[in-house]
Nanobody
Framework: QVQLVESGGGLVQAGGSLRLSCAAS????????MGWYRQAPGKERELVAV???????NYAASVKGRFTISRDKAKNTVYLQMNSLKPEDTAVYYC?????????????WGQGTQVTVSS
């Protein structure tokens, strides 16, 4: 089995910064991609940022220039550095990873971590 454990959420004032972490553990043969999604109350879950195994990254337009995704491949960990936070960034942030466990490649999700940005 594969597990994703997130940390780093919390309450911050507008303009502040937070860093989220997500560590994957379990039966991992290879990690194809790791990224972050978020879901605000009453809204659908949306992509925030993703890092592909080849090194490319993709960001939502709303976070470009403010958020940075990075990976520690040796630790199967992905980070999301969030700067210049805005109240509209308030959401539950979910880690996602596409992992090959040796038999099948599947998507896994973390439990979610709350990020609240006050104005």
């Amino acid at each position: 089995q594969v597990q994703l454990v997130e940390s780093g959420g919390g309450l911050v004032q507008a303009g502040g910064s937070l860093r989220l972490s997500c560590a994957a553990s379990g039966r991992i043969f290879s990690v194809n991609a790791m990224g972050w999604y978020r879901q605000a109350p009453g809204k659908e879950r949306e992509l925030v940022a993703v890092g592909i195994s080849g090194g490319s990254t993709n960001y939502a337009a709303s976070v470009k220039g403010r958020f940075t995704i990075s990976r520690d491949k040796a630790k199967n960990t992905v980070y999301l550095q969030m700067n210049s936070l805005k109240p509209e960034d308030t959401a539950v942030y979910y880690c996602n990873a596409r992992i090959n466990s040796g038999w099948v490649t599947d998507d896994y999700w973390g439990q979610g971590t709350q990020v609240t940005v006050s104005s």
